[in-house]
């Protein structure tokens, strides 16, 4: 059906489509889809069991509308947002732009949200029956950035299943310096200080550019690490790599998302996780938007994946689709549990690290039996 319709839908305004699409899922034009649950796809975080890796990620339901309707189209679990404390428009329109034979947006809204008073108003009359992940972020002309956050937390800290600390956006100007050291000290210092004072077990995610080098990428890991992070998501959408795009619209400023970053997101997921491991649980986000692109972030280091740009080209019946190919998958090579997969795609940086330590090991080991006497 949504092949039949997508020519006409396509016909508006990206934000005018969107915002069909948000009153069609809360007012019930589009009807639940029976979900198939299966062990093969149960996974586990934040001590909680969700049928599906595979959810919604920020930017579609930027206002808490549709959340519970989302988890009636096969999705494991939502995230809202980005909300910031004070209302705000956001970049002039317009501001979102499809690139049809590219599959990808962009898009630079600017956290367009209603704000945290209004938003927490709205999920604490609307339980959330899925697990709800709320992603945060400062107003664009906020003079104390940290403070911001700080206020997001406060407001939704009792109201989530984890928050997500949002320093990616490249439509918020100077946002991304907290991928800097001493920046991103800072901001987790006092999202955890906050989280003492508060004494909140609520898990907190951080929100990764993909538009990072290998120094900044291991800057990042090792504060994730010191500071105790639950989850990395990775990425969000990248202000570079227009080179190969075909539509014209390639032209416009903003975030670039879909098809085209799919393999810049794997890359630094696997690049996160050569570094992280499991101790950081990371949720890929970029390009994917079938079976096999959610197994592929998954084998590079995810746990969960996120979709959105997908959705726009596929429709709403994307997650329960991608969750019936996957189990076919398990099924065919005989993998009992998705989570089985997480990080088992190499890369080349890391096999060399591992033949290096083998061969360090027997040489070490050989000097220690020729040092040894015999009978010993």
């Avoid at 004070?86 to 034979?101: A, C, D, M, S």
């Avoid at 004072?197 to 290998?214: E, F, G, W, Y």
């Avoid at 992280?276 to 084998?299: F, P």
């Avoid at 089985?340 to 040489?363: M, P, Q």
């Amino acid at each position: 059906m949504f092949n039949l319709l997508r020519p006409f839908i396509f016909k508006f305004n990206p934000e005018v489509a969107h915002s069909m699409a948000i009153k069609a899922l809360k007012f019930g034009y589009i009807p639940p889809i029976k979900i198939k649950k299966s062990p093969l796809l149960e996974t586990s975080i934040f001590s909680k069991k969700i049928y599906s890796p595979v959810g919604i990620a920020a930017g579609f339901d930027k206002n808490a509308e549709v959340y519970n309707p989302l988890f009636n189209l096969g999705f494991g679990f939502v995230e809202v947002g980005t909300v910031t404390p004070k209302p705000q428009y956001g970049n002039p329109k317009p501001r979102v732009f499809r690139l049809e034979e590219d599959e990808a947006l962009i898009n630079r809204l600017g956290f367009n949200n209603n704000g945290s008073e209004e938003i927490s108003l709205r999920i604490k009359n609307n339980k959330p029956r899925g697990l709800l992940g709320i992603n945060i972020g400062p107003n664009k002309d906020s003079l104390d950035r940290i403070n911001d956050y700080l206020e997001c937390f406060k407001k939704f800290e009792k109201l989530a299943d984890y928050l997500t600390v949002n320093i990616s956006s490249p439509n918020t100007e100077s946002l991304r310096d907290f991928h800097e050291k001493k920046e991103l000290k800072q901001l987790i210092n006092a999202i955890n200080s906050e989280k003492k004072t508060l004494n909140s077990k609520i898990p907190i995610a951080v929100k990764i550019s993909p538009d990072l080098d290998q120094k900044q990428i291991e800057n990042v890991s090792e504060i994730l690490l010191e500071n105790n992070i639950e989850v990395a998501i990775i990425s969000n959408s990248t202000d570079r790599n227009r080179e190969n795009l075909i539509n014209i619209n390639k032209m416009e400023r903003g975030g670039l998302s879909g098809k085209p970053i799919e393999q810049i997101s794997n890359n630094i997921i696997n690049r996160f996780y050569n570094l992280i491991g499991k101790k950081i649980k990371i949720i890929g986000v970029g390009g994917a938007d079938s079976a096999e692109s959610v197994y592929e972030k998954i084998v590079n280091g995810a746990t969960l994946v996120q979709i959105y740009t997908g959705m726009v080209y596929k429709g709403p019946q994307i997650a329960t689709q991608i969750n019936k190919e996957l189990i076919k998958i398990l099924e065919k090579d005989g993998v009992k549990n998705i989570g089985e997969l997480i990080g088992s795609k190499k890369s080349a940086w890391r096999e060399l690290n591992e033949i290096l330590y083998k061969l360090f090991y027997v040489k070490k080991m050989r000097t220690h039996w020729q040092n040894t006497p015999q009978g010993s």
